[in-house]
Nanobody, 115 residues
Framework: QVQLVESGGGLVQPGGSLRLSCAASGSTFGSTVMGWYRQAPGKQRELVARMFTSGITNLADSAKGRFTISRDNAKNTLYLQMNSLKPEDTAVYYC?????????WGQGTQVTVSS
């Protein structure tokens, strides 16, 4: 069984920074891609950033220049460093992993950007 546990969300002022973490446990061997998605109220879940096992990364246009995705394989942890946060970044952020073709999701962590 695979578990993804996010942490690091919270309330931050516009222009501030947060770092999200996603700790993966269980049978993660066979993972092809891990990433971060977000869902704002009334909106569909959208991709923020993802990293393939090859090291290739994809970032949404809204994240480019502000967010960085990284991974610590020794700790089996995925990170999302978010800088220059804007109110429109407010959402629940979810960690995702695709393992042997199966999608796994974390429970989500709330990020609120507000003054």
């Amino acid at each position: 069984q695979v578990q993804l546990v996010e942490s690091g969300g919270g309330l931050v002022q516009p222009g501030g920074s947060l770092r999200l973490s996603c700790a993966a446990s269980g049978s993660t061997f066979g993972s092809t891609v891990m990433g971060w998605y977000r869902q704002a109220p009334g909106k569909q879940r959208e991709l923020v950033a993802r990293m393939f096992t090859s090291g290739i990364t994809n970032l949404a246009d809204s994240a480019k220049g502000r967010f960085t995705i990284s991974r610590d394989n020794a700790k089996n942890t995925l990170y999302l460093q978010m800088n220059s946060l804007k109110p429109e970044d407010t959402a629940v952020y979810y960690c995702n992993a695709v393992i042997w073709g199966v999608n796994y999701w974390g429970q989500g962590t709330q990020v609120t950007v507000s003054s």
